[in-house]
């Protein structure tokens, strides 16, 4: 390989998994448990919260939560952003894979993006989340 060849990085599907995972927050925080709660299932959340009592944390500071996941979007979806137009290396087999993992990333963060606002939506408007399952 070149010099020039080495410098060529492909992207990384580390951004878009750390917001998803910062996404799936989202969902634990707020959508899971009104959900459980809307259907009936409350004795599922509360057995959930009694093997897992640091889950609390995350629907008491939901601001928080929400605060950190929309950074988080935001910096992986402007470095996605970025990276689109990144060439990708020569060798065919590199190429190939370089165009797929930019495919799974936005795929990633797509699911991320629509994990967030699927919270968002049970957090901060709970009574239109209770409309539609009542």
Not at 31 to 43: E, F, Q
Not at 72 to 95: E, F, T
Request: with cysteine; glycine share 10%; charged share 10%.
């Amino acid at each position: 390989m070149t010099p020039a060849q080495d410098e060529i990085k492909n992207p990384s599907v580390l951004p878009a998994t750390l917001a998803l995972f910062t996404s799936a927050t989202t969902l634990i925080c707020c959508a899971l448990p009104a959900m459980l709660v809307m259907v009936g299932m409350g004795a599922v959340w509360s057995g959930v919260i009694g093997a897992v009592p640091g889950i609390t944390w995350f629907g008491a500071n939901k601001a928080l939560v929400f605060g950190v996941t929309g950074a988080v979007l935001l910096a992986s979806g402007a470095w996605q952003w970025h990276a689109r137009n990144l060439p990708c290396p020569i060798d065919p087999v590199k190429a190939r894979a370089c165009t797929r993992l930019r495919r799974i990333s936005w795929s990633l963060w797509g699911i991320s993006v629509g994990a967030f606002l699927i919270g968002g939506f049970f957090a901060f408007f709970p009574d239109a989340a209770a409309a539609l399952f009542l």
